[in-house]
């Protein structure tokens, strides 16, 4: 393991140099606002008719169309949506200037060759392990998400440093700057949303209501215990891993833990998850969802359409509605 910290940062490589923030939403607002609370030039690039133009306005940025925030930049961060960012690559390529850095917090349009760098500029990757508004609260209290950093092309001889200096202006060397490469950090942060983080556990948790259901107990009971719960396990899990789960839990809720977790969750989830993990490696996914996307998203609509009818999303609506607390 390679881990930056602040010592290591040096912020002068990016003196004088405009930083181009393309895209402001989680993570663009975040990083545009920690760069220039920590001392560096950073100009807004937006659609004109985007509804982010007046708000990032309103926090007191340069906003400009994204040719124009580009030119003349030393570094361009690219912070849209996935499958926006090739067609805005080549939207401002020619306003580019030779020798700039362009950065990115997802490997996955150069690691799929989506975007094709041109030779003379460095490339690198920046991605914060929290939620944009995580890593502007967490600078604002003097601390720092950790970040990964990668290193696609380095023209310069300065690609690493400038791609640190930009974490550091953004907190991440208090917090720990790791280093991978786009590929580890793409496949890694595919294959955790699909199998664990957000297909994983959601489907888990969707079918644990529906089979209590089906065996005749009430929806809201079984709403509370496969869905509302679960905020409680992850919240220990993330503050201690499983040791501080198992301190936290009872002694009847670790022993079905131990016994009836590896029923469910089997050598055939394991081998499904390889299964998932080797579609991610060889591109399948990828070309999968390029061309998911770029037929107007008629799967991807229907699908999430069906997640929002659901019979736990129509309970947990309704109880939801009682918890004031979720609001505050």
Not at 110 to 131: E, F, S
Not at 133 to 139: E, G, I, T
Not at 279 to 286: K, N, R, V
Request: hydrophobic content about 40%; glycine content about 10%.
């Amino acid at each position: 393991m390679e881990l930056f910290v602040e010592s290591d940062a040096r912020p002068e490589v990016l003196s004088g140099e405009r930083i181009a923030v393309l895209g402001y939403g989680s993570q663009g607002r975040a990083h545009a606002l920690n760069l220039r609370d920590s001392g560096y030039d950073v100009v807004v690039g937006l659609r004109p008719s985007g509804i982010t133009w007046s708000k990032a306005e309103n926090d007191g940025f340069s906003v400009k169309p994204f040719e124009e925030a580009t030119e003349g930049a030393g570094l361009i961060a690219f912070l849209t949506p996935d499958m926006s960012q090739a067609k805005i690559y080549e939207q401002i390529l020619v306003k580019i200037k030779n020798n700039a850095s362009i950065l990115f917090a997802h490997g996955f349009n150069i690691h799929y060759k989506r975007i094709a760098p041109r030779k003379d500029l460095d490339v690198v990757l920046i991605a914060p392990k929290g939620p944009g508004d995580l890593v502007r609260r967490q600078y604002e209290a003097g601390r720092g998400v950790p970040c990964l950093i990668a290193v696609h092309q380095d023209v310069t001889g300065q690609a690493e440093a400038r791609a640190l200096a930009y974490a550091h202006g953004l907190g991440g060397t208090r917090g720990g700057v790791l280093r991978t490469t786009f590929g580890e950090e793409t496949e890694t942060d595919l294959f955790g949303e699909q199998a664990v983080l957000c297909g994983g556990l959601s489907e888990l948790i969707v079918r644990g209501f529906e089979t209590l259901v089906e065996a005749g107990y009430q929806p809201e009971v079984a709403y509370f215990e496969c869905m509302h719960e679960v905020k409680l396990i992850v919240d220990l899990l993330h503050e201690g891993g499983l040791a501080k789960m198992h301190e936290f839990i009872s002694e009847t809720a670790k022993y079905g833990d131990l016994i009836s977790g590896p029923k469910v969750v089997d050598d055939h989830t394991h081998e499904k998850m390889r299964g998932v993990l080797k579609e991610i490696q060889d591109g399948t996914f990828a070309k999968n969802w390029v061309s998911e996307y770029e037929a107007g998203l008629p799967e991807y609509t229907r699908l999430l359409q069906e997640d929002l009818d659901s019979h736990i999303e129509t309970v947990g609506a309704e109880l939801r509605g009682r918890m004031a607390w979720l609001q505050e």
